[in-house]
T-cell receptor, first 112, second 112 residues
Framework: GNSVTQMEGPVTLSEEAFLTINCTYTATGYPSLFWYVQYPGEGLQLLLKATKADDKGSNKGFEATYRKETTSFHLEKGSVQVSDSAVYFCALSEDSNYQLIWGAGTKLIIKP | NAGVTQTPKFRVLKTGQSMTLLCAQDMNHEYMYWYRQDPGMGLRLIHYSVGEGTTAKGEVPDGYNVSRLKKQNFLLGLESAAPSQTSVYFC???????????FGPGTRLTVT
Protein backbone atom coordinates (compact mmCIF):
# COMPACT_ATOMS: atom_id res chain seq x y z
CA GLY A 1 0.00 0.00 0.00
CA ASN A 2 0.88 3.66 -0.11
CA SER A 3 3.09 5.03 2.64
CA VAL A 4 5.13 8.07 3.62
CA THR A 5 8.37 7.99 5.60
CA GLN A 6 9.86 11.07 7.23
CA MET A 7 13.07 11.57 9.10
CA GLU A 8 12.65 11.27 12.82
CA GLY A 9 12.90 14.30 15.01
CA PRO A 10 13.35 16.40 16.80
CA VAL A 11 15.59 18.37 14.49
CA THR A 12 17.35 21.16 16.37
CA LEU A 13 19.05 23.99 14.46
CA SER A 14 20.36 27.44 15.15
CA GLU A 15 18.70 30.47 13.62
CA GLU A 16 19.79 31.12 10.00
CA ALA A 17 20.89 27.51 9.48
CA PHE A 18 19.96 25.51 6.38
CA LEU A 19 17.10 23.07 6.84
CA THR A 20 16.39 19.76 5.15
CA ILE A 21 13.65 17.39 6.29
CA ASN A 22 13.62 14.19 4.30
CA CYS A 23 10.45 12.59 3.00
CA THR A 24 10.15 9.51 0.83
CA TYR A 25 7.05 7.75 -0.35
CA THR A 26 5.71 4.58 -1.89
CA ALA A 27 2.73 4.75 -4.20
CA THR A 28 1.24 2.65 -6.96
CA GLY A 29 0.48 5.55 -9.28
CA TYR A 30 1.17 9.25 -9.50
CA PRO A 31 0.25 10.89 -6.22
CA SER A 32 0.08 14.53 -5.25
CA LEU A 33 2.54 15.40 -2.48
CA PHE A 34 2.15 17.85 0.37
CA TRP A 35 3.92 19.42 3.31
CA TYR A 36 1.75 20.55 6.19
CA VAL A 37 2.90 22.50 9.24
CA GLN A 38 1.48 22.42 12.75
CA TYR A 39 2.42 25.27 15.07
CA PRO A 40 2.11 24.64 18.82
CA GLY A 41 -1.49 24.31 19.94
CA GLU A 42 -2.91 24.71 16.45
CA GLY A 43 -4.35 22.58 13.68
CA LEU A 44 -2.45 21.67 10.54
CA GLN A 45 -2.14 24.03 7.62
CA LEU A 46 -0.88 23.45 4.13
CA LEU A 47 2.67 24.71 3.62
CA LEU A 48 3.24 23.67 0.00
CA LYS A 49 2.30 21.03 -2.54
CA ALA A 50 3.29 19.48 -5.87
CA THR A 51 1.01 17.53 -8.14
CA LYS A 52 3.36 16.02 -10.72
CA ALA A 53 6.94 14.94 -11.19
CA ASP A 54 9.56 17.70 -11.21
CA ASP A 55 7.09 20.26 -9.82
CA LYS A 56 8.51 22.49 -7.13
CA GLY A 57 6.24 23.71 -4.38
CA SER A 58 7.27 26.81 -2.45
CA ASN A 59 5.92 29.02 0.29
CA LYS A 60 7.33 31.23 3.08
CA GLY A 61 10.89 30.46 1.96
CA PHE A 62 10.33 26.68 2.07
CA GLU A 63 10.72 24.56 -1.06
CA ALA A 64 10.23 20.92 -2.02
CA THR A 65 10.67 19.22 -5.40
CA TYR A 66 8.67 16.18 -6.48
CA ARG A 67 11.33 13.62 -7.48
CA LYS A 68 9.71 10.58 -9.07
CA GLU A 69 13.01 8.81 -9.74
CA THR A 70 13.92 8.82 -6.04
CA THR A 71 10.29 8.87 -4.76
CA SER A 72 11.17 11.83 -2.57
CA PHE A 73 9.78 15.22 -1.59
CA HIS A 74 12.36 16.71 0.75
CA LEU A 75 11.57 20.01 2.48
CA GLU A 76 14.27 22.71 2.43
CA LYS A 77 14.75 26.24 3.66
CA GLY A 78 17.86 28.31 3.25
CA SER A 79 17.75 30.24 6.52
CA VAL A 80 15.42 29.19 9.32
CA GLN A 81 13.95 31.47 11.95
CA VAL A 82 12.77 30.82 15.50
CA SER A 83 9.22 31.25 14.23
CA ASP A 84 9.67 28.17 12.01
CA SER A 85 9.66 25.96 15.10
CA ALA A 86 6.77 23.57 14.52
CA VAL A 87 5.93 20.01 13.52
CA TYR A 88 6.15 19.31 9.78
CA PHE A 89 4.15 16.55 8.11
CA CYS A 90 4.70 15.06 4.67
CA ALA A 91 1.64 13.52 3.01
CA LEU A 92 0.47 12.06 -0.27
CA SER A 93 -2.89 11.80 -1.98
CA GLU A 94 -3.72 9.25 -4.62
CA ASP A 95 -7.33 8.59 -3.83
CA SER A 96 -10.52 9.63 -5.51
CA ASN A 97 -11.84 10.54 -2.06
CA TYR A 98 -8.88 12.88 -1.59
CA GLN A 99 -7.66 10.93 1.41
CA LEU A 100 -4.19 11.79 2.63
CA ILE A 101 -1.54 9.29 3.73
CA TRP A 102 0.60 10.92 6.42
CA GLY A 103 4.14 10.67 7.60
CA ALA A 104 4.72 10.58 11.36
CA GLY A 105 5.78 14.22 11.51
CA THR A 106 9.12 15.86 12.26
CA LYS A 107 9.44 18.31 15.12
CA LEU A 108 11.70 21.26 14.27
CA ILE A 109 13.25 23.34 17.03
CA ILE A 110 15.08 26.53 16.10
CA LYS A 111 17.28 28.11 18.76
CA PRO A 112 18.15 31.82 18.67
CA ASN B 1 -15.12 33.25 7.07
CA ALA B 2 -14.57 30.88 10.01
CA GLY B 3 -13.25 27.93 7.95
CA VAL B 4 -13.38 24.73 9.99
CA THR B 5 -14.43 24.93 13.62
CA GLN B 6 -14.51 22.21 16.27
CA THR B 7 -16.29 22.00 19.60
CA PRO B 8 -15.36 21.41 22.33
CA LYS B 9 -11.67 22.33 22.50
CA PHE B 10 -10.99 20.18 25.56
CA ARG B 11 -12.86 17.39 27.30
CA VAL B 12 -12.20 14.91 30.07
CA LEU B 13 -14.31 11.74 30.18
CA LYS B 14 -14.48 8.80 32.48
CA THR B 15 -14.24 5.31 31.00
CA GLY B 16 -17.61 4.25 29.64
CA GLN B 17 -19.02 7.74 29.17
CA SER B 18 -20.20 8.94 25.78
CA MET B 19 -19.74 12.19 23.95
CA THR B 20 -20.07 13.83 20.55
CA LEU B 21 -17.52 16.06 18.87
CA LEU B 22 -18.87 18.60 16.41
CA CYS B 23 -17.11 19.79 13.28
CA ALA B 24 -18.54 22.60 11.18
CA GLN B 25 -17.26 24.13 7.94
CA ASP B 26 -18.56 27.15 6.06
CA MET B 27 -16.73 26.57 2.75
CA ASN B 28 -19.41 24.38 1.15
CA HIS B 29 -16.94 21.49 0.97
CA GLU B 30 -18.21 18.06 -0.04
CA TYR B 31 -15.56 15.99 1.73
CA MET B 32 -15.02 15.90 5.47
CA TYR B 33 -12.67 13.81 7.61
CA TRP B 34 -12.03 12.93 11.23
CA TYR B 35 -8.47 12.15 12.33
CA ARG B 36 -6.81 11.33 15.59
CA GLN B 37 -3.27 12.44 16.36
CA ASP B 38 -1.11 10.49 18.77
CA PRO B 39 2.55 11.16 19.61
CA GLY B 40 4.94 9.70 17.05
CA MET B 41 2.14 8.32 14.86
CA GLY B 42 1.13 11.22 12.69
CA LEU B 43 -2.53 11.46 11.79
CA ARG B 44 -4.77 8.45 11.40
CA LEU B 45 -8.09 8.62 9.59
CA ILE B 46 -11.07 7.51 11.67
CA HIS B 47 -14.02 8.11 9.34
CA TYR B 48 -14.75 10.31 6.39
CA SER B 49 -17.68 11.56 4.34
CA VAL B 50 -17.93 12.25 0.62
CA GLY B 51 -21.17 14.19 0.92
CA GLU B 52 -24.27 14.87 2.95
CA GLY B 53 -25.82 11.67 4.20
CA THR B 54 -22.78 9.49 3.45
CA THR B 55 -20.02 8.17 5.69
CA ALA B 56 -17.22 5.64 5.34
CA LYS B 57 -14.65 3.95 7.56
CA GLY B 58 -11.05 5.03 7.62
CA GLU B 59 -7.99 3.36 9.06
CA VAL B 60 -9.06 3.25 12.74
CA PRO B 61 -12.89 3.31 12.95
CA ASP B 62 -13.47 0.96 15.89
CA GLY B 63 -15.15 2.60 18.88
CA TYR B 64 -16.35 5.62 16.88
CA ASN B 65 -19.45 6.50 14.92
CA VAL B 66 -20.13 9.46 12.67
CA SER B 67 -23.00 11.26 11.04
CA ARG B 68 -23.30 13.85 8.27
CA LEU B 69 -26.92 14.96 8.33
CA LYS B 70 -26.07 18.42 7.03
CA LYS B 71 -23.39 19.23 4.49
CA GLN B 72 -21.66 21.69 6.78
CA ASN B 73 -21.52 19.45 9.87
CA PHE B 74 -19.69 16.21 10.60
CA LEU B 75 -20.21 14.65 14.02
CA LEU B 76 -17.92 12.14 15.71
CA GLY B 77 -19.38 10.04 18.50
CA LEU B 78 -17.80 7.91 21.18
CA GLU B 79 -20.44 5.58 22.61
CA SER B 80 -18.34 4.13 25.44
CA ALA B 81 -15.07 5.93 25.90
CA ALA B 82 -11.88 3.99 26.66
CA PRO B 83 -8.46 5.27 27.82
CA SER B 84 -7.05 4.22 24.42
CA GLN B 85 -9.18 6.97 22.89
CA THR B 86 -7.21 9.66 24.71
CA SER B 87 -5.92 11.72 21.81
CA VAL B 88 -6.18 14.97 19.90
CA TYR B 89 -8.95 14.86 17.31
CA PHE B 90 -8.85 16.90 14.14
CA CYS B 91 -11.54 17.53 11.60
CA UNK B 92 -10.72 18.52 8.03
CA UNK B 93 -12.58 19.27 4.82
CA UNK B 94 -11.89 19.66 1.13
CA UNK B 95 -13.84 20.50 -1.99
CA UNK B 96 -14.54 18.23 -4.92
CA UNK B 97 -11.57 18.41 -7.26
CA UNK B 98 -9.45 20.00 -4.58
CA UNK B 99 -6.37 18.59 -2.95
CA UNK B 100 -5.74 20.78 0.06
CA UNK B 101 -7.45 19.75 3.27
CA UNK B 102 -8.45 22.52 5.66
CA PHE B 103 -8.14 21.66 9.33
CA GLY B 104 -9.93 22.69 12.47
CA PRO B 105 -8.00 23.64 15.64
CA GLY B 106 -8.48 20.25 17.27
CA THR B 107 -10.16 18.75 20.34
CA ARG B 108 -8.00 17.38 23.13
CA LEU B 109 -9.79 14.43 24.74
CA THR B 110 -8.63 12.66 27.87
CA VAL B 111 -10.32 9.47 29.02
CA THR B 112 -9.54 8.44 32.60
Amino acid sequence: GNSVTQMEGPVTLSEEAFLTINCTYTATGYPSLFWYVQYPGEGLQLLLKATKADDKGSNKGFEATYRKETTSFHLEKGSVQVSDSAVYFCALSEDSNYQLIWGAGTKLIIKP
Amino acid sequence: NAGVTQTPKFRVLKTGQSMTLLCAQDMNHEYMYWYRQDPGMGLRLIHYSVGEGTTAKGEVPDGYNVSRLKKQNFLLGLESAAPSQTSVYFCASTRTGGSEQYFGPGTRLTVT
